[in-house]
């Protein structure tokens, strides 16, 4: 399995959650990293990357709230999510940015108001 992505769950708005992600070697090494949602109705968008030196990126919609990181020697990302939104309710991947892996299932996430 190339991407395997854990955490999700059900939260009350405001509230905080992690996810992870295992990736397999192969993707992981040299890639930019990122997290990716998909909301019920919407196209996949990216929410965060990371490069291998730790260089960050977020989508303007979860700036301040979200922090994306990895850890090089476990092939591991991971995305802290704070003060949770409604509209943050989606089913979150990770997968590559430079070259893209067979997307996983995803982890859901939920945000009630």
Request: contains cysteine; glycine residues 12%.
């Amino acid at each position: 399995v190339q991407l395997q992505a854990s955490g999700g769950g059900l939260v009350q708005a405001g509230g905080s959650l992690r996810l992870s992600c295992a990736a397999s070697q192969t993707l992981f090494n040299l890639n930019i990293m990122a997290w990716y949602r998909q909301a019920p109705g919407k196209q996949r968008e990216l929410v965060a990357s990371i490069t291998e030196g730790g260089s960050t990126n977020y989508a303007d919609s979860v700036k301040g709230r979200f922090t994306i990181s990895r850890d090089n020697t476990k092939n591991m990302v991971y995305l802290q999510m704070n003060r949770l939104k409604p509209e943050d309710t989606a089913v979150y991947y990770c997968n590559g940015v430079l070259w893209i892996g067979t997307w996983g299932q995803g982890t859901l996430v939920t945000v009630s108001s």
